[in-house]
């Protein structure tokens, strides 16, 4: 049975799940934290050296004016300088984490594919692979290494006004610990907020992939109204959650704004009362104040990034669910069979999509034998094209056995199964890339020879010749577009290239004109020869084209024998053909 993605795979603690990422990364992630510690310590350096100045200019001490003045002019082009290598720095750190994530969320979704994005709309797992991981730069960009740059720089700032006054540190470390909780108070309000934003994103973006995906069928069906009502009342939704996100981020920043304020006020009139009492010299006052500033500064700055932490924390958790799914189907074996013979046989096999749907397949039983060409049949829903994902081991049978060779395909690594069957099937998907790459999709090192013999066989070389590139004309989503047929024809061209044992052909349904018909059963012929097929077949003629029939009814193999038997038989078969509901052609 399949398994879907499920509470266990849900990310709880998904900010702690980003650091060990950070961890792996040590060098950048040492180096951004040295470079952040470099541009603040020479800050606090420099204003301090020139609070000191001031001071003893206050005093009435002109002596090494000029000569301090020099060296706090060379700190600040120093923290300047380092100020740039931590932003360098930072960002190289942060993007090659957000690469490596990118290729893991990849991984992760082509380890549950099909299956993973069944229930699943293309818009969403878009979302979740990258808008969420662009979040998440925020984190790994200014947040992480500022943590602990902001920590260090606030701790050696506290120690060093201890030396002036202890009173005066005490204080100040009261005012950073009272600011460093303010995210903490509305942490979990912030974390929901941050979730429903994500996932009404998420939804908003899936919605006009949708509309824009189904635009034909919106326009055809005069429903293109609906569905712009829809796609308001989304956004709608999604700025009433941006708008409570802005309200609780500026109770955060007015909370800090004003614990900032009244903290500073508090130490520099503690400090003025300290001057007063003779405790503390005039000309360390300035000092004593630039040390509160600079302490207080990174630990504002830190508090401010904080505020974006509900979202970065609910882009991690759907990032890393993706990338932690289970896989759809495991291997047992991991070393290549070694040669098989195409031999296919479906043994006693039940299958079940999900566990509250009825089997697709129950005790299935049939056999293809080397070099045959069997075609299923029956209605739709019958369970044929189930057949052929058991077969490319999408999913694993629950009971009984797909088995090749006489090897149970269980035992055989996905990756050999990959070698041994490929696929032509009804909807060809080609990549924004030219003919030839997409061609070349089925043998990547294949010369450009080879891809044309390919495409002569597959009978597509004539319609590639007369593109605008011919072989180089980009097709895909975003170029020009090709026929059902003619994308067939390339899935042939492919299979030809790929040249393993095992086909499976899932014949268009669509009706295609009468030149591309004859081209498509050509190429067909072709590339059946010497091939164990499985074709999922819905046009008379090419149900005849093959050596046996075996027909499906509810997950069930009904009949088999070639055409000629099952007409005699008067059964399902004769059945399927009275009501037509075989394409003639
Ligand atoms: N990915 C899936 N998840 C859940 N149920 C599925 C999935 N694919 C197919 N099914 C269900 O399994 C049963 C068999 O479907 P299958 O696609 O194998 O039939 P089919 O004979 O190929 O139909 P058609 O000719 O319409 O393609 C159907 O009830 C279908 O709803």
Not at 69 to 80: D, K, N, P, Y
Not at 268 to 274: M, S
Not at 315 to 339: K, L, Y
Request: glycine share 10%.
């Amino acid at each position: 049975m399949s398994t879907t993605t499920t509470a266990e795979d849900e990310v709880r603690r998904p900010i702690l799940t980003l650091v060990p990422q950070a961890l792996a990364h040590r060098r950048l992630f040492l180096l951004t934290v040295l470079s952040g510690l470099l541009a603040h310590g020479l800050g606090i350096a420099a204003a301090t050296l020139g609070a000191w100045l001031v001071g003893r200019a206050f005093i009435g001490e002109a002596e090494g004016l000029v000569r301090g003045f020099a060296i706090m002019m060379l700190l600040v082009a120093g923290a300047a300088l380092a100020k740039w290598w931590q932003m360098w720095v930072a960002h190289d750190f942060a993007y090659q984490l957000l690469a490596g994530l990118r290729v893991q969320a990849f991984d992760g979704m082509e380890r549950r594919a099909p299956g993973y994005l069944l229930g699943r709309r293309t818009g969403d797992v878009g979302g979740a692979v990258m808008a969420d991981v662009e979040t998440i730069e925020w984190f790994y960009a200014h947040t992480i290494a500022d943590y602990v740059v902001a920590g260090l720089a606030t701790v050696g700032a506290v120690i060093a006004l201890a030396f002036f006054h202890p009173g005066l540190a005490v204080a100040l470390a009261v005012v950073v610990s009272l600011l460093v909780t303010i995210p903490v108070w509305l942490s979990r309000r912030a974390d929901r907020q941050g979730q429903r934003l994500r996932d009404e994103l998420g939804g908003l973006s899936a919605e006009v992939v949708d509309g824009v995906q189904g635009l034909r069928e919106l326009v055809s069906f005069g429903q293109g109204e609906t569905y712009l009502r829809r796609l308001r009342d989304r956004t709608r939704a999604l700025q009433s959650h941006q708008l409570a996100y802005g309200r609780r981020a500026g109770i955060e920043q007015s909370a800090a704004d004003a614990l900032l304020s009244i903290g500073f006020a508090s130490i520099l009139a503690g400090a003025a009362v300290l001057v007063t009492a003779g405790q503390l010299s005039l000309a360390l006052l300035p000092v004593t104040v630039v040390l509160a500033a600079t302490a207080l500064a990174p630990v504002a700055e830190v508090t401010g990034t904080a505020r974006s932490l509900g979202q970065i924390r609910a882009s991690a958790r759907r990032v890393f669910t993706v990338i932690r799914q289970r896989a759809q189907v495991v291997d047992r074996v991991t070393t290549p069979p070694g040669e098989l013979t195409p031999r296919i046989t479906f043994d006693d096999v039940s299958f079940s999509y999900t566990s509250d749907r009825s089997p697709a397949l129950s005790g299935a039983t049939f056999e293809i034998r080397p070099g045959e060409t069997v075609a299923l049949v029956g209605h739709s829903g019958a369970g044929k094209s189930t057949c052929a994902n058991l077969l490319l081991r999408f999913w694993d049978v629950d009971g009984g056995a797909v088995r090749v060779g006489g090897r149970d395909l269980r035992d055989v690594p996905q990756h050999a199964v990959r070698e041994l069957v490929s696929i032509v099937p009804q909807d060809v998907y080609l990549f924004h890339r030219s003919v030839r790459d997409n061609i070349r999709l089925g043998r990547p090192d294949a010369t450009d020879e080879e891809v044309e013999a390919a495409a002569r066989q597959a009978r597509a070389h004539e319609f590639i010749a007369r593109l605008p590139q011919g072989y180089d004309t980009t097709c895909g989503e975003r170029a020009i577009q090709l026929s059902g047929g003619q994308r067939q024809r390339l899935a042939i061209a492919r299979a030809l290239l790929r040249d393993s044992p095992i086909l499976i052909l899932d014949e268009a349904v669509s009706n295609l004109d009468a030149e591309n018909e004859e081209a498509l059963q050509a190429a067909i012929r072709t590339v059946r020869k010497g091939r164990t097929t499985l074709l999922i077949a819905h046009r008379l003629s090419t149900i005849r084209s093959a050596d046996r029939i075996v027909v499906l009814d509810r997950g069930r193999v009904v009949e088999q024998g070639t055409d000629a038997e099952l007409r005699q038989a008067g059964g399902e078969y004769a059945r399927l053909l009275h009501h037509q509901s075989l394409t003639a052609a």
